[in-house]
């Protein structure tokens, strides 16, 4: 256990020197570079309850109970950006906590200025790097915290950010366990998510201009039916996403798909987007690989790959 925590202050040493020798800072926006929540729509994201709790949802790190590992890799939707993530989860009775990276890397950017003609090409960074730690209030319910660190290089343009993000998170381990609780036997199948990203935030000063990510609100309602035919687990879910600054909001909906906790199928739709995705994956030998495909109304289709391993 000290050897914990002597590895969550030698990080969080590090993220508080990265911000310190920033002139000003802050934090990316979301993507979705675990397979699994690409697959859904993002409709699951402030669901998370495994090793994808890292960047999603900090309190998913309450319900683990196993090391896990999880690589990513996205390809360009536009040819010229790729994405690579990595997070590792580390369970404890105490404090669980993860450990994020998030590498953005863009080439080549067509730059047309006010003219119809490219008049150069950009090249576009964007790293991020997080710590994240849960606090189990019960079994079932947990509050999380990530600390982030962002990087971001624009033409010869370069700074560094930072950002917080706070989150909640109500997922029974077992949603049909016997309770002499009537109410608590209503509302075990139920999860709900909560997350605040960038509720703190500082801004990225590129050039002449600084920009600061507003506040993005995420929740997330799912329920899980009882077992069928004794080898499917059906789970459908709603999400929501708002920049309540900006008025915006954003609504998902997805379904997961578990038989016998080998395979899985699972289908999204964003609502407010006109975006449908889709994906499966195979869970074997404590690793499992998932993939996804997003069909985008405007642009090229792009898949996300990513394979998760866990340590017994």
Known sequence: MKNIFQ????LLYFQVKFVQSAE???TGQMLS????????????????????????????LGMMENIMFNGSYMP????????????AAFPNQVLPFGIGYCNVDSGGIPVRDSSPEIVRTADFRNINTFVSGAYALAPGLSFGLR??????SLYTSQDWGAGADLAFLWRRPDPYSFTKSSFLETIQPISFGLVLYNLYSSGIRLKDSVEKSPM?????????????FKFLEPEPGLGMEGIPEYK?????????LVFWDIAFLRAGYKISENVFTMGTGVNVWDMTLDFSLSFLPLSSNFYNLNLKIKFN
């Not at 994808?52 to 998913?60: E, K, L």
């Not at 939707?77 to 997070?87: A, C, H, K, M, Q």
């Open 33 to 60: 570079p675990d397979a699994r929540m690409a697959g859904l729509a993002g409709s699951f994201d402030a669901l998370s309850d495994s090793v994808d709790s890292v960047y999603y949802n900090p309190a998913g």
């Open 216 to 228: 993005i609100l995420k929740a997330g309602l799912s329920y899980r039916f009882r077992t069928l």
């Open 7 to 10: 590895i969550i202050i030698i």
């Open 24 to 26: 000003s800072a802050g």
């Open 248 to 256: 915006t909001w954003l609504f998902s909906a997805g379904l997961d």
């Open 76 to 87: 360009g939707w536009d040819t010229l950006t790729s994405v690579y993530y990595f997070s």
């Open 147 to 152: 600390v982030r660190v962002n990087y971001v």
